[in-house]
């Protein structure tokens, strides 16, 4: 099947003339629906509803069929997983690049980079409701130009703030998890990672507590969210605007609870940030430095289908600065307080004439609010949608460089022709920065992942699509195109061709 776009549906989708201009979203929703549309003219699909379910073999399968493991109802389980992913860009049109030595470009030059990770995961049932997880975890990684010039939109969600080539081996999760059974009905829960097999109430309360990801509990999407399996750009993990708390490589500690009462569910949690923006030490002093998180889910069906609708909110009390406020110190003093003048705590800009957030610094409130929608359209298909605006007042303390985001999209299982484990993906992504953060940019000024020492403004545009081949049991292979408009907000500096390879096992 050849599918022909128009070449004014292309200029309007990534080209921004006017930074004022609203957003057409007209383009956007035509690609996804012209898609589906041409993917559903085909013989009616079997039942697959869940659109990452592989049950060729694992550890706990091959023990449950020597009946030496009951992978119905666990006492315990072990998983493991292994993932590389292979990235390349070639050269792309730049007007200028690091301009007065402001270092967070991302190169022009053709680059090749790469992540690999591999992670173990156990989980023990002691006494009643109680359960206790463990995840050793090692990463090795590339990045393009040492992760920076790239805002909303990073190719490669693998990719942490301080990886090494070298393999560095740490624990990703240590949790324990108490659930409290209300009643209602009960329904099966099958083995996993991090997830003991069983059965669950339909009203409970949830409680846990110890290192982990914030992900593991909020923002949760079938279709968007295990990119490992599916998308390969960040922009497609979460809200990209959501600057949830978290350490350079994403892991939090803290608490959270989860109240389910059928197809309702409410959560909140605490959890730490780092002491310093976009680094690894955790402020474990949760009445001090924070993010706040809460989140209201209610699942439905929609004619026999499936769907939910997530409303998630974050307040942070974080010493980070403010983007008017090192706009006003450097001011007032250019020559003392600039880029290259401060000693505490900065991102090593060489640029003398710019402002620095530094010097800015205090405990400031950060806020955000967002929506997560998902939906099957058929029994194979199903779509998603989030959108989330943050304040923009503050600098990005453990995420993106984002003030608001928004994504939308959707996935197919390869049951049409032939291919059942098999999926292709469709995703388009936005982002932009608030008023403040355009400026401090255009003043020579950067982040922990931007700034090219000017700046166009334009919002930063991703379409990510990609196959996923079943190649072996419990092994996926995944070609991944990526075309990036405008990174780092700039307009003057690309469009970026991305091609991704991933290899994927569970065992």
């Known amino acids: 099947m050849t599918l022909f776009v128009p070449r004014s549906f292309y200029y309007d989708?990534?080209?921004?003339?006017?930074?004022?201009?609203?957003?057409?979203?007209?383009?956007?929703?035509?690609?996804?629906?012209?898609?589906?549309?041409?993917?559903t003219l085909t013989a009616h699909a079997e039942n697959y509803p869940n659109l990452n379910n592989d049950e060729d073999f694992s550890l706990m399968g091959a023990l449950a069929?020597?009946?030496?493991?009951?992978?119905?109802?666990?006492?315990?389980?072990?998983?493991?997983?292994?993932?590389?992913?292979?990235?390349?860009?070639?050269?792309?049109?730049?007007?200028?690049t690091n301009l007065n030595d402001t270092p967070n470009s991302l190169s022009p030059n053709a680059e090749l980079g790469f992540t690999a990770t591999v992670t173990f995961?156990?989980?023990?049932?002691?006494?009643?409701?109680?359960?206790?997880?463990?995840?050793?975890?090692m990463v090795s990684e590339l990045p393009f130009s040492g992760l920076k010039g790239i805002g909303g939109s990073i190719p490669n969600f693998e990719l942490q703030k301080n990886g090494t080539q070298s393999a560095n081996w740490y624990t990703s999760r240590a949790i324990y998890r108490q659930t409290f059974s209300l009643g209602g009905t009960e329904s099966a829960v099958n083995s996993g990672p991090m997830q003991l097999a069983g059965t669950v109430s339909s009203r409970r309360f949830v409680f846990t507590a110890g290192a982990f990801s914030i992900l593991d509990i909020f923002d949760k999407n079938t279709y968007a969210g295990d990119l490992r399996r599916q998308f390969s750009n960040m922009a497609f993990l979460t809200h990209a605007a959501y600057d949830f708390g978290a350490d350079a490589r994403g892991y939090t500690a803290?608490?959270?609870?989860?109240?389910?009462?059928?197809?309702?569910?409410?959560?909140?949690?605490?959890?730490?940030?780092?002491?310093?923006?976009?680094?690894?030490?955790?402020?474990?002093?949760?009445?001090?430095?924070?993010?706040?998180?809460?989140?209201?889910?209610?699942?439905?069906e929609f004619y026999g289908l499936a769907g939910a609708v997530k409303l998630l909110g974050y307040r942070n009390e974080e010493r980070s600065g403010s983007f008017s406020d090192a706009i006003s110190a450097f001011q007032a003093d250019p020559t003392g307080k600039n880029a290259t003048t401060c000693t505490t705590f900065n991102y090593e800009n060489p640029n003398a004439s710019a402002?620095?957030?530094?010097?800015?610094?205090?405990?400031?409130?950060?806020?955000?609010?967002?929506?997560?929608?998902?939906?099957?359209?058929?029994?194979?298909?199903?779509?998603?949608?989030?959108?989330?605006?943050?304040?923009?007042?503050?600098?990005?303390?453990?995420?993106?460089?984002?003030?608001?985001?928004?994504?939308?999209g959707g996935i197919m299982k390869g049951t049409r022709w032939g291919r059942a484990k098999d999926s292709i993906g469709l995703g388009y992504a936005v982002s932009w920065l608030s008023p403040e953060h355009v400026k401090f940019l255009s003043m020579g000024g950067i982040d922990g992942f931007i700034g090219d020492g000017a700046i166009n403004y334009s919002p930063e545009q991703v379409v990510d699509i990609y196959y996923q081949w079943h190649a072996l049991p419990s092994t996926w292979i995944t070609f991944d195109y990526q075309h990036l408009a405008n990174p780092a907000f700039n307009a003057d500096r690309g469009p970026v061709e991305l091609f991704n390879g991933r290899v994927h096992f569970e065992f």
């Open 13 to 39: 989708m990534f080209t921004t003339k006017n930074q004022l201009k609203p957003f057409n979203w007209q383009p956007c929703l035509k690609i996804i629906l012209l898609v589906i549309s041409c993917l």
């Open 65 to 96: 069929n020597r009946d030496w493991h009951n992978i119905e109802d666990e006492r315990w389980n072990l998983y493991t997983q292994g993932t590389y992913i292979t990235n390349y860009h070639p050269s792309f049109p730049a007007a200028y």
């Open 121 to 137: 995961y156990a989980g023990v049932k002691a006494w009643k409701g109680a359960e206790f997880y463990y995840a050793p975890e």
């Open 254 to 300: 803290g608490f959270a609870g989860e109240l389910y009462f059928d197809n309702w569910a409410f959560r909140f949690a605490r959890i730490a940030g780092p002491y310093d923006p976009n680094e690894m030490s955790r402020n474990l002093n949760l009445w001090n430095h924070y993010g706040d998180q809460i989140e209201l889910e209610h699942k439905h």
């Open 355 to 408: 402002p620095d957030l530094c010097w800015a610094r205090k405990s400031n409130i950060k806020m955000g609010i967002g929506i997560n929608i998902e939906q099957s359209i058929t029994e194979d298909i199903g779509t998603f949608f989030r959108g989330m605006y943050s304040d923009g007042k503050t600098e990005v303390y453990s995420y993106t460089s984002t003030d608001r985001s928004l994504s939308f």
